[in-house]
Nanobody, 121 residues
Framework: QVQVLESGGGLVQAGGSLRLSCVIS????????VGWDRQAPGKQREQVAR???????YYADSVKGRFTIARDNAKNTVYLQMNSLEPEDTAVYYC???????????????WGQGTQVTVSS
């Protein structure tokens, strides 16, 4: 079994910063890909940032230059540093990880329960 647990959400004023953390635990051999998605009220879930194969990063255009994704492989933890937050960033943020449980097996996709980020104007 694998567990994905996010933390760090909260209420912040526009222009402020938050850092989200996601700890992936359980039966883990490797985590090829990990990232963050978000879903605002009445909108579809969208990909925000991702680290692919441990090195390459992807950012949605709306967060480029403001958000930074990073991972600590020793701790199986991924972070999302969010700066210059805007009211449009208000959403539930979900951590998503592709987890390989043993060598040669296909990675499975795991999601956390989400953490609320609210940015006031």
């Amino acid at each position: 079994q694998v567990q994905v647990l996010e933390s760090g959400g909260g209420l912040v004023q526009a222009g402020g910063s938050l850092r989200l953390s996601c700890v992936i635990s359980g039966n883990i051999f490797s985590i090829p890909n990990v990232g963050w998605d978000r879903q605002a009220p009445g909108k579809q879930r969208e990909q925000v940032a991702r680290i692919v194969t441990g090195r390459d990063t992807y950012y949605a255009d709306s967060v480029k230059g403001r958000f930074t994704i990073a991972r600590d492989n020793a701790k199986n933890t991924v972070y999302l540093q969010m700066n210059s937050l805007e009211p449009e960033d208000t959403a539930v943020y979900y951590c998503n990880a592709d987890v390989q449980m043993s060598r040669g097996t296909i990675p499975f996709d795991y999601w956390g329960q989400g953490t609320q980020v609210t940015v006031s104007s």
